[in-house]
């Protein structure tokens, strides 16, 4: 199912009940979506568990976190971990401690991890540069599922019928039309769209759902290391950061399964080639 911006109103999400109770683990959570994500999940499920390089950053968020639930009944629990996400023995172990030390399973994996800092012609990256990107964006992510997975769908089924467990990996519009100058990073992300369309196979039998986002350009720290005239274009188009995550939590808190939600500002639309103007 492929659906737009679904969520006008935050009072919808109040209507709809999966996440109450869960442990969501969000990957990238020191900026941008995942930041966003962490503010907005704060009294809606049990724990959230935060993965980012930046440990300044992950201890002030969860300060302000714990701060602004003071005078909330149902309070979540905060952990984060300060670790590169391409470091695999360190997602491993905190996998291992989620499930086999602090006996919380993982209801919901949110990969928000990943960027392109290059914004340049195919040719004019280096080896470096393309390793770099296409190992954050396309291959860190099926390390850390590779060790979710097996253990996620042993977990009980919620609600029968209903979802065991959720996967949702942020993809980007670039993944379905790849654009000059991020041609590599539009490349890693197609690659979690196959890497997402084979799991979601694999696991039915589990009860796990599987969605990937594909948003276009969003107002955050995405090109903060593109010159400047690229990055003054890229934030002329992009989304409110807070208007580009209603989606990513109506997935989520659905019962049902949303596959992939695939959304950008009507500037950024217009701006595509192949639109007739008149």
């Known amino acids: 199912m492929s659906v737009g911006v679904l969520i006008k109103d935050k009072n919808q999400l109040k209507r709809i009940k ?122 860190a992510p099926i390390h850390l599922l590779r060790e979710l997975l097996p253990r996620m769908k042993c977990q009980d089924k919620l609600y029968g019928k209903h979802k065991r467990g959720h996967i949702i990996l942020i993809s980007s519009r670039s993944s379905e039309r790849v654009l000059p100058k991020l041609i590599v990073y539009g490349a890693a992300k197609g690659s979690i769209d196959k890497l997402t369309e084979g799991l979601r196979r694999e696991y039915a039998n589990y009860n796990i759902a599987f969605t990937t986002i594909h948003p276009g350009s969003i107002l955050t720290d995405f090109p903060k290391y593109w010159k400047v005239k690229d990055k003054e274009n890229h934030n002329k188009e992009s989304m409110e950061l807070q208007e580009a995550i209603y989606p990513i939590l109506y997935a989520l808190n659905s019962k049902f399964v949303i596959n992939k939600i695939s959304y950008e500002s009507i500037e950024q639309w217009e701006s595509e080639m192949g639109i007739l103007k008149e």
């Not at 979506?33 to 962490?38: A, D, V, Y």
């Not at 971990?81 to 030390?101: F, G, L, M």
């Open 18 to 139: 999966w996440m109450e109770g869960k442990h969501i683990l969000i990957t990238g959570a020191s900026d941008g979506i995942g930041k966003e994500l962490c503010k907005q999940l704060i009294g809606k499920c049990n724990k959230i568990s935060m993965i980012a390089r930046n440990i300044q950053k992950l201890n002030k968020l969860q300060s302000d976190l714990n701060a602004g639930q003071r005078h909330n009944i149902k309070k979540t629990k905060i952990e984060y971990y300060a670790v590169d996400i391409n470091n695999v023995k360190e997602i491993q172990r905190i996998i291992s401690k989620i499930y086999d030390i602090d006996k919380e399973p993982i209801h919901a994996l949110i990969n928000c991890a990943g960027g392109c800092p290059i914004y340049n012609k195919f040719e004019n990256w280096s080896h470096e540069e393309i390793s770099q990107v296409y190992r954050t964006n396309g291959e």
